[in-house]
């Protein structure tokens, strides 16, 4: 079983806060987005073009990885489409460079609930093409089970359709639990040939409202979701994503990766 955390969880820490408390908690890596001020990984000063080998050779020191690049870009927006275009192009030259083989792409409006009308014609038009230049860099970008792509069986529908080998999935497992109702079988069922990221995350509602949680302390039945993905033949990594920069009110990151590394390790048992 592959850990990871997401830097979402830590937005007030340095990248060598990062690498140390990820190889001191056991981690097996990084999930990238955002460092500090910085949200886009491809502005991060340790990923810039002459910093790439120092900072593989400290990875690799470390014995960690950086298993995903988590972007900010949307698919959805025709009117965006020529900087999402750029975005992505600076994505897949990082990925590259780096040796990430993941790239997290959206194909909704990046909030987790879904909003909105999407034109799914188009956003398979824009993953095809995009699709192409990551095969050509050996990168695979992975569509998020998120906003109206929470429904798992639509995505695997348009994920069939966009049919490309360098076009899969990510499974936030809260997502369709959350907005869909999904129990993790069905979402499974439908994604399992297309996962190759997971990330992990609780909450519960309380008085109609969404409150995230501890792992453990919800009720989004991640462990059984982990259940599925074990039993099921996943090898890729199991990402927390703990979103305290969007909500600093969170417990702090120390606390919630030591938890999570002791949570998911009980159920290597």
């Not at 695997?156 to 360098?166: K, R």
Request: aromatic residues 10%; proline residues 6%; hydrophobic residues 40%.
């Amino acid at each position: 079983m592959k850990l990871s955390f997401s830097t979402l969880g830590c937005p007030r820490w340095g990248w060598q806060d990062i690498t140390a408390t990820a190889r001191d908690l056991g981690y097996d890596g990084v999930e990238v987005r955002g460092i500090g001020q910085d949200i886009s990984a491809p502005s991060i000063p340790q990923f810039a073009p002459d910093a790439i080998p120092s900072t593989r050779t400290q990875l690799d020191r470390m014995n960690l990885t950086i298993p995903c690049l988590a972007s900010e870009c949307t698919l959805h927006q025709r009117d965006a489409a020529a900087r999402t275009a750029r975005e992505v192009a600076a994505y897949i030259k990082l990925a590259k460079a780096l040796d990430v083989p993941y790239i997290r792409l959206m194909g909704a409006a990046a909030v987790p609930h879904p909003m909105g009308t999407v034109d799914a014609g188009f956003v398979r038009e824009e993953a095809q093409k995009f699709g192409e230049e990551a095969a050509a860099a050996g990168v695979t970008l992975l569509l998020e089970t998120h906003g109206v792509w929470s429904d798992s069986e639509k995505l695997a529908q348009l994920l069939e359709e966009i049919s490309s080998p360098a076009v899969q999935a990510l499974w936030d497992v809260h997502h369709p639990y959350r907005y869909n109702g999904e129990k993790p079988r069905v979402t499974w069922d439908n994604l399992g040939r297309y996962i190759r990221h997971v990330h992990l995350k609780d909450s519960r509602m309380e008085a109609g409202v969404l409150r995230y949680a501890l792992p453990g302390y919800g009720d989004v039945p991640f462990e059984e979701a982990v259940g599925l993905m074990e039993s099921g033949g996943y090898k890729g990594f199991y990402s927390l994503e703990w979103v305290k920069r969007w909500d600093l009110t969170l417990e702090e990151p120390g606390i919630v990766f030591a938890h999570f590394v002791n949570i998911m390790r009980s159920l290597e048992a």
